[in-house]
């Protein structure tokens, strides 16, 4: 039986394709390659999630972010994260103002960089875990509280965080609390032949790239709103609630790669990770409900920072996608009870 789709929001998403092919347009102007990662970014704006791009040093990681908030009509904001970082760096700090007429003094709050609507924290591993954690209110309540008050931050927000994997010496991995705040972790790897010679042709000549904004922060609420609206049957949920219990060993739907390898598995933000970015994913493609196949595309993405490997999966040398892709391929998109 056909399904009848609101005419509102089968011309909202047409919108809505119409902006991302506009935004991506934008962004190649200028970011060579890396499809997949502005994918991943875009994913997470608009369903209102954060990211976390992890990558060797030189492939564009802050390039993309600021590329980005180039092309959309945001506030921006970029903080390097050093060991000497503190809190009030980028939340922001109280202060005595002095009125010059009355010599009154008062108390007045000076905001940080955290009180952008796209902040790039660039190098977050490098920062104490105590300058580290002033993110997580901001990332998952959207405010921020200094002292007694308590501050909203400006709607839509979003927090890109990038890392280098390979230089570990004077760094403190983030805490579990703090990555599965982040929607999706991204791997940044490494350009083609063909794009490393588009980017040495641009980056060595007169070329500029003319990024245009083609995005407001209202189009990009009312995209989120509208993600919220569509529909995910009963057994894609199923299956994706089932893809994310079999991370869990010797939980009910757990594999043997998953009791053998895994220490931890994943909490129900991941599950709210896949059911987002499964929703986008369809109305990308110009469906009204998530399949199988868009819960698949960024399962990856949604799970491989929130799951820990143990003893003998670090000993092995088994990477996390190798055992999250096995569970992508041995767990059955149906069950019996559903089919």
């Given at each position: 039986?056909?399904?009848?789709?609101?005419?509102?929001?089968?011309?909202?998403?047409?919108?809505?394709?119409?902006?991302?092919?506009?935004?991506?347009?934008?962004?190649?102007?200028?970011?060579?390659?890396?499809?997949?990662?502005?994918?991943?970014?875009?994913?997470?704006?608009?369903?209102g999630?954060?990211?976390?791009?992890?990558?060797?040093?030189?492939?564009?990681?802050?390039?993309?972010?600021?590329?980005?908030?180039?092309?959309?009509?945001l506030?921006?904001?970029?903080?390097?994260?050093?060991?000497?970082?503190?809190?009030?760096?980028?939340?922001?700090?109280?202060?005595?103002?002095?009125?010059?007429t009355?010599?009154?003094?008062?108390?007045?709050?000076?905001?940080?960089?955290l009180?952008?609507?796209?902040?790039?924290?660039?190098?977050?591993?490098?920062?104490?875990?105590?300058?580290?954690s002033?993110?997580?209110?901001?990332?998952?309540?959207?405010?921020?509280?200094?002292?007694?008050?308590?501050?909203?931050?400006?709607?839509?927000?979003?927090?890109?965080?990038?890392?280098?994997?390979?230089?570990?010496?004077?760094?403190?991995?983030?805490?579990?609390?703090?990555?599965?705040?982040?929607?999706?972790?991204?791997?940044?790897?490494?350009?083609?032949?063909?794009?490393?010679?588009?980017?040495?042709?641009?980056?060595?000549?007169?070329?500029?790239?003319?990024?245009?904004?083609?995005?407001?922060?209202?189009?990009?609420?009312?995209?989120?709103?509208?993600?919220?609206?569509?529909?995910?049957?009963?057994?894609?949920?199923?299956?994706?609630?089932?893809?994310?219990?079999?991370?869990?060993?010797?939980?009910?739907?757990a594999?043997?790669?998953?009791?053998?390898?895994?220490?931890?598995?994943v909490?129900?933000?991941?599950?709210?990770?896949?059911?987002?970015?499964?929703?986008?994913?369809?109305?990308?493609?110009?469906?009204?409900?998530?399949?199988?196949?868009?819960?698949?595309?960024?399962?990856?993405?949604?799970?491989?920072?929130?799951?820990?490997?143990?003893?003998?999966?670090?000993?092995?040398?088994?990477?996390?996608?190798?055992?999250?892709?096995?569970?992508?391929?041995?767990?059955?998109?149906?069950?019996?009870?559903?089919?």
């Open positions: 039986m056909a399904t009848t789709v609101d005419p509102a929001v089968e011309k909202a998403t047409q919108e809505l394709c119409k902006r991302y092919k506009a935004l991506r347009a934008e962004i190649g102007k200028a970011i060579v390659g890396h499809d997949e990662v502005v994918d991943g970014v875009l994913t997470a704006l608009f369903v999630g954060h990211v976390l791009l992890e990558g060797v040093p030189g492939l564009g990681k802050t390039y993309l972010i600021r590329t980005l908030a180039e092309a959309v009509d506030q921006f904001s970029r903080i390097q994260f050093t060991p000497d970082l503190m809190p009030a760096d980028i939340i922001g700090t109280t202060i005595i103002t002095e009125d010059e009355t010599g009154k003094r008062t108390f007045e709050f000076r905001k940080g960089p009180f952008a609507q796209i902040v790039l924290a660039d190098e977050i591993n490098r920062a104490t875990p105590k300058t580290q002033a993110l997580l209110e901001a990332m998952q309540e959207h405010s921020v509280t200094v002292g007694r008050n308590r501050h909203q931050l400006e709607e839509p927000y979003f927090v890109m965080a990038t890392q280098n994997p390979i230089e570990q010496e004077g760094t403190y991995p983030l805490p579990e609390a703090q990555l599965d705040r982040f929607m999706f972790k991204l791997l940044v790897q490494y350009s083609s032949k063909e794009e490393v010679k588009t980017i040495i042709e641009r980056t060595t000549t007169g070329y500029r790239a003319d990024v245009r904004k083609v995005m407001s922060g209202a189009e990009i609420i009312g995209t989120q709103n509208l993600v919220r609206r569509i529909v995910m049957a009963p057994h894609v949920l199923d299956y994706a609630i089932r893809l994310a219990l079999a991370s869990h060993p010797g939980g009910p739907f594999l043997d790669v998953t009791n053998r390898f895994v220490r931890w598995g909490s129900p933000r991941a599950v709210q990770a896949l059911t987002l970015g499964a929703k986008l994913r369809a109305l990308l493609d110009g469906r009204f409900n998530a399949s199988f196949s868009d819960v698949q595309k960024v399962y990856l993405p949604a799970m491989r920072h929130r799951v820990l490997l143990n003893f003998e999966g670090e000993a092995e040398g088994v990477s996390t996608d190798e055992v999250l892709r096995e569970i992508v391929e041995k767990t059955p998109t149906m069950t019996e009870a559903a089919a």
